[in-house]
Each structure stands twice: as C-alpha cells, then as structure tokens.
C-alpha cells in the first residue's frame, strides 16, 4: 500500500526541482554573462537562442519535455510533440505570459516580442503539422 507523499516531502521536491533549475541556468550565465538580461533585443532569427535559454532546460532539446529540470516537475512539462496540429502560436504564447502547470509566468522575464518569437519557433517546430492527402 503506498502513502500519500506529506507536505514536507513536496516542499523538498520542490525545493530540489528549484535548486537544479537555478543551477543549470546559473552555469549557462556564468559561461556567458552577456546573457544574463531578460530583454536582449534580439532579432527573429534568435528564437532558438531565446528557446534553449528559457526553455530547453524543462521542455527538453527535442520538445518532448524530457529536459534535465523537467523530468522530475509535477505536472510534467508540455511535451510539444504530442501536442494537436491546431495549436496555435497564441495559446503557447499565453501559456507562456501567464503560466501553466509547473510554469510559471514569463510575462516580467522576457518582453512580448521574445515571448511571441519563441512561440512561433514552438508551433513551426516541435508541434506536428496537419497531413496534407
């Protein structure tokens, strides 16, 4: 018979959860501090730098939300690839403003360009596309 996980048990899983999410994004600013900044300006053909920045730790490299931070969240991250080809690049950009599940909001992180250019990036790449017949 399994027990139900106490409140202190989740407080240490999420704790730990946080602990590695600030390690890894940690390691990537020290290796390059020019990147440090939520608001970097950047051009539309950067969204796979905006993706692997701020994503890619939880999503995971292929979007199947299997990356190192992600596999231990509850609710486990969206894994685009299983995602309805209906999906629009609204609804992950909202996801991605308000938040959603164990995401949180990106709305004071990244500006509404950043967050519109990632996703685009997560529609045109990760989510399937309609068969044509």
Excluded: W
Excluded at 37 to 44: F, G, R
Excluded at 88 to 97: H, V
Excluded at 107 to 125: P, Q, T
């Amino acid at each position: 018979m399994m027990r139900q996980p106490t409140g202190l048990f989740m407080l240490a899983v999420g704790v730990l959860i946080g602990l590695v999410a600030v390690t890894v994004f940690s390691s990537q600013f020290i290796a390059s501090p020019e990147r440090h900044y939520a608001d970097l300006s950047l051009v539309q053909g950067d969204s796979v730098i905006l993706y692997r920045r701020y994503c890619q730790v939880c999503h995971g490299e292929r979007g199947d939300g299997r990356g190192p931070a992600g596999v231990a969240m509850r609710p486990s991250p969206t894994n685009f690839l299983t995602m309805p080809n209906t999906t629009s690049a609204e609804y992950i950009y909202q996801a991605m403003t308000r938040g959603k599940g164990s995401m949180p909001a990106f709305g004071n992180l990244l500006n509404e360009a950043n967050r519109r250019s990632i996703a685009l990036y997560i529609r045109d790449v990760f989510i399937p596309k309609p068969r044509r017949e």
